[in-house]
Nanobody, 125 residues
Framework: QVQLVESGGGLVQAGGSLRLSCAAS????????VGWFRRAPGKEREFVAAISSSGGTTYYADSVKGRFTISRDNAKNTVYLQMNSLKPDDTAVYYCAGLPRLPRDYSSKSNYLYWGQGTQVTVSS
């Protein structure tokens, strides 16, 4: 089992940047596939980005491609989400999620076993 804790959220102006971190405790995190999701007010939780266990393969939602970068440091048991050129539409609670194997559908929240508590990102116009 693994526990996930997100941090790095906050209030930023449009066009600004934030870096979110997802710190994991527990064994064998380096073998976990990890995704970032977000839930905006009044909306369903949606896929943002995902990364393979080695970090060699990454996936992005079209809405964040070219602006967000997911990465990981397995020595530190941490996955990052660098968010640049932020827009008010990026305002949401951001969650990281983990799975100890390759998911059938990396963009589907139902495929992930472990979730963090979320961190709020607010982008002002």
């Amino acid at each position: 089992q693994v526990q996930l804790v997100e941090s790095g959220g906050g209030l930023v102006q449009a066009g600004g940047s934030l870096r979110l971190s997802c710190a994991a405790s527990g064994r064998a995190f380096s073998g976990y596939f990890v995704g970032w999701f977000r839930r905006a007010p009044g909306k369903e939780r949606e896929f943002v980005a995902a990364i393979s266990s080695s970090g060699g393969t990454t996936y992005y939602a079209d809405s964040v491609k070219g602006r967000f970068t997911i990465s990981r440091d397995n020595a530190k048991n941490t996955v990052y989400l660098q968010m640049n050129s932020l827009k008010p539409d990026d305002t949401a609670v951001y969650y990281c999620a983990g799975l100890p194997r390759l998911p059938r559908d990396y963009s589907s929240k139902s495929n992930y076993l472990y979730w963090g508590q979320g961190t709020q990102v607010t982008v002002s116009s």
